[in-house]
């Protein structure tokens, strides 16, 4: 049977450490995701590169083909292309931002992501505040939107001066690489002040203009209305915004149909993935947040995937489930949120799958419930297709996935060429 189509699904975070005892997946009831690992060939992957534990967005980049190194220009921009906003390149700068909880006297971190029960709507109204704000300096301003739950973007920007995107970031529980952000595993719960990380006046005017927007928000977000409700009902007020992960510009390289000589599909739920589905050139669809029934969710997800098969030759499928309860610490959740997956999604597409069909499963990063935040651990990665010999894997766990014939993929940019090449899928 000759492979004429790809799907590639991701699940966010799915990953444990190597080194835990025992982890989610290994505790998880997940038939179909074992059996695409016990009749297809297995491996493990580094997302981006030992060493560099990533954020979801540079991971992505690096999983579709891409050296993160060589295209990559920051969250910022992406999360924007996503919320459907535009960058003035050389006087905006774009960054991913979080509302957060703090103690406004001491900026002392309550919660980072508000409790994880700002709902989007009360985001909207917070970012309105915010939106269109003057910050009195270098003729600056920002630009605030609200995407999904606690997450927004947020643009700086000056009307004469020239800004720069080598700056650090308020959110401390990032750093940065570069234009890479890492996450921290250990860090003062404190806002911080953003610093230049060049020595040059455009770094400096741009941190000082993202320092005075963090303090103005401060000041509007400590008594607006929606928190004062909040606090009444006994929730977290979303008093204080953080930035992160600055760009002043969108990703430039060859689109993938081009790439790969393919018709390519997107199917994302969260701005980061859907920004990256358009910057990088697939036709990308964009789908409401995953709130509500799982069985409900994960259906549409399906029925659209399906759909897509009939016209791409890839479809790269991402699903944000597992990771969210992995940086709550909550392996738990984190073990039913795999197993909804793998009951609505991923048994009922085996069951239809048509039969010149391949199917690539992965994470784009470990989120270990033991650390709570990414890791630099390598994924598990397993690949079946019509034909496929297999190997001796037979479950999609950590520590079985890593002795499969794949062996160990050093950087994630490599993936895709080799199943492509594995399965026969080549370029029209």
């Not at 450490?17 to 009831?29: I, N």
């Not at 700068?93 to 103690?103: E, G, K, P, S, Y």
């Not at 909207?124 to 609200?146: F, I, P, Q, S």
Request: glycine share 8%; charged share 30%.
């Amino acid at each position: 049977m000759v492979v004429k189509r790809l799907l590639y699904l991701v699940l966010d975070g799915m990953a444990d450490r190597l080194s835990d005892p025992v982890t989610t997946l290994e505790k998880a009831y997940k038939p179909g995701l074992d059996r695409i690992a016990r009749d297809g060939v297995c491996g493990a992957m580094y997302t981006v590169e030992k060493g560099i534990a990533p954020e979801s967005d540079e991971a992505v980049i690096s999983i579709i083909g891409y050296n993160p190194h060589e295209v990559y220009t920051g969250r910022g921009p992406i999360e924007a292309v996503g919320a459907g906003m535009t960058i003035k390149e050389g006087y905006e700068i774009a960054f991913r931002a979080n509302f957060a909880t703090i103690d406004p006297s001491t900026k002392k971190l309550i919660d980072r992501r508000v409790g994880r029960n700002l709902e989007t709507e009360e985001a909207r109204e917070l970012a309105k505040a915010l939106d269109g704000m003057e910050l009195g300096k270098y003729d600056g301003y920002a630009r605030v939107k609200a995407t999904v739950g606690h997450r927004a973007v947020v643009i700086i920007g000056s009307r004469t001066h020239r800004l720069s995107p080598y700056v650090g970031n308020s959110d401390p529980a990032y750093t940065r690489k570069g234009l890479l952000s890492v996450a921290v595993k250990e860090f003062e719960p404190y806002v911080k002040k953003i610093e230049p990380l060049e020595d040059t006046i455009e770094a400096r005017i741009t941190a000082e203009l993202a320092n005075i927007f963090t303090e103005k928000a401060i000041q509007i977000l400590d008594k607006h209305p929606v928190n004062e409700a909040r606090r009444k009902k006994g929730l977290l007020p979303a008093n204080a915004i953080l930035l992160r992960d600055a760009g002043g510009k969108i990703p430039r390289a060859t689109p993938l149909p081009e790439k790969y000589g393919l018709k390519f599909a997107v199917l994302a739920e969260m701005p980061v993935e859907i920004g990256i589905g358009r910057i990088f050139g697939a036709d990308t669809v964009a789908l409401e947040p995953p709130i509500g029934d799982p069985k409900e969710i994960y259906s549409i997800r399906l029925e659209k995937t399906l759909e897509l098969l009939k016209t791409y030759n890839i479809v790269y499928v991402h699903l944000k489930g597992p990771d969210e309860p992995g940086h709550d610490k909550d392996m738990e959740l984190k073990k039913k949120r795999i197993e909804e997956i793998d009951e609505y999604f991923v048994r009922p597409f085996l069951e239809r799958m048509p039969s010149d069909t391949a199917i690539l499963v992965t994470a784009d990063h470990a989120t270990p419930p033991s650390v709570g935040a990414h890791t630099d651990d390598p994924v598990p990665v397993a690949v079946y297709a019509p034909g496929i010999e297999p190997d001796d894997v037979d479950q999609l766990v950590e520590k079985k996935c890593v002795k499969g014939r794949l062996g160990i993929i050093e950087h994630g940019w490599l993936l895709l060429p080799r199943i492509l090449s594995l399965v026969g899928l080549n370029k029209r």
